[in-house]
């Protein structure tokens, strides 16, 4: 990990004629976006008590094959009924022998039914690469990401690559929203990524109304309520760099930011729903 003050450093597939018009390589994978693969669970550690985080094995030193911004099907059976989900791996893009998946469940949910009865050993099944953006060093001045909940997810391995990258220079401001300051995900992570020169983070709590209550490293990045018109308006306008945002969290969400960021001054072109 680079040191704070240098420049440092998930799957629908790449649709090969924007790839090919961004100049882009086509999106690498060992893996099959028509094909399920088998994959052992490693590890299940239970964040919230809806929320969980699971380890899968990779052969040897392989690595998944995916690039910023890919995610992954999931396959599950319950009743006999087969159903499928897309999930974006939380694990750096080249990590060695394993890779690691946010999920959130459902108390109606039959994907949630399936995976909470996963334990260390089972077995699940994937599919990819899929996924309409895959991010490019330098690509743009700024980020801005917002995510609700596990919509984190797409940014995590998009801001580890950008800081891992002592060449890439792109400015990010991550925006959590979340409902309570306990049920932030990956606490740790986000202040590691908080130390470098070039990002930010902030978080909205929805169920919060104290800021007493929280940390001190908290306190002044933090605002109470929903993310709305008002404050779209002064993260982006507080940018360093003219932004390109990223959105990811539930459908209502995301409709709402795609409006205020319209209304903030961005164009259609200027973000990405994931």
Known sequence: MRKPGC???LWSPCPPSAVAAA????????LSPDTFLAFRIT???RLTKDTYHVRFALPGKSQLGLRPGQHLILRGIVDDLEIQRAYTPISPVNAEGY???LIKCYQTGLMSQYVESWRAGDTAFWRGPFGGFCY??????????LAAGTGLAPMVPILQSITDNADDETFVTLVGCFKTFEGIYLKTFLQEQDRFWNVRTFFVLSQEDCLEQLPWSYREKTRFGRLAQDLIEELVGSCRRKPFALVCGSAEFTKDMASCLLHAGLAEDSYFLF
């Open 99 to 101: 890779f690691e998946v």
């Open 43 to 45: 590890a299940v550690h």
């Open 23 to 30: 100049a882009h390589p086509s999106c690498p994978s060992k």
């Open 136 to 145: 490019q060093p330098n690509q743009y001045g700024e980020l801005l990401m």
């Open 7 to 9: 420049s440092s450093g």
